[in-house]
């Protein structure tokens, strides 16, 4: 009989606790739900409009604007083209003008034909490229 209470009351020793680890818990919660709006958070300053309209008038005719579309088609300064004549368009307008080209892209095309005009527009020889994604 003396050996039934020893093993229960072995087993009332092994439960933990955790009363005081909850308490504990609920005070970091608080502290962190009242320090959080006292902390600053940096914020970045965006250009002004002007800047923008600045940057739309630097583009120059004599820009190479090549315009990837939703349907995943190529235009080369308005004009379509496909992509295995891409290369040999790009070869000309980089010895007629090496500045870099502006690629747009529209945001529903595939990242396949993006990848395809970047590289056929590095291996043309432009060394960067002005990329804007057309919503």
Do not use: C, W
């Given at each position: 009989?003396?050996s039934r209470?020893?093993?229960?009351?072995?087993?009332?020793?092994?439960?933990?606790?955790?009363?005081?680890?909850?308490?504990?818990?609920?005070?970091?919660?608080?502290?962190?739900?009242?320090?959080?709006?006292?902390?600053?958070?940096?914020?970045?300053?965006?250009?002004?409009?002007?800047?923008?309209?600045?940057?739309?008038?630097?583009?120059?005719?004599?820009?190479?604007?090549?315009?990837?579309?939703k349907d995943?088609?190529?235009?080369?300064?308005?004009?379509?083209?496909?992509?295995?004549?891409?290369?040999?368009?790009?070869?000309?307008?980089?010895?007629?003008?090496?500045?870099?080209?502006?690629?747009?892209?529209d945001a529903?095309?595939?990242?396949?034909?993006?990848?395809?005009?970047?590289?056929?527009?590095?291996?043309?020889?432009?060394?960067?490229?002005?990329?804007?994604?057309?919503?």
């Open positions: 009989m003396r209470f020893l093993k229960s009351k072995a087993s009332e020793d092994e439960l933990v606790n955790l009363t005081p680890l909850i308490d504990v818990l609920f005070v970091l919660l608080a502290v962190f739900i009242i320090a959080l709006p006292l902390i600053q958070i940096d914020a970045i300053q965006l250009a002004k409009s002007t800047a923008i309209k600045k940057t739309a008038s630097a583009i120059s005719d004599s820009t190479l604007v090549i315009k990837v579309h995943n088609t190529v235009s080369i300064n308005g004009k379509l083209t496909e992509l295995k004549s891409m290369p040999y368009s790009l070869l000309t307008s980089f010895s007629q003008s090496p500045a870099p080209p502006l690629l747009i892209h529903q095309a595939s990242f396949g034909t993006y990848y395809a005009v970047k590289s056929a527009i590095e291996n043309a020889g432009y060394e960067s490229v002005d990329v804007a994604i057309a919503p």
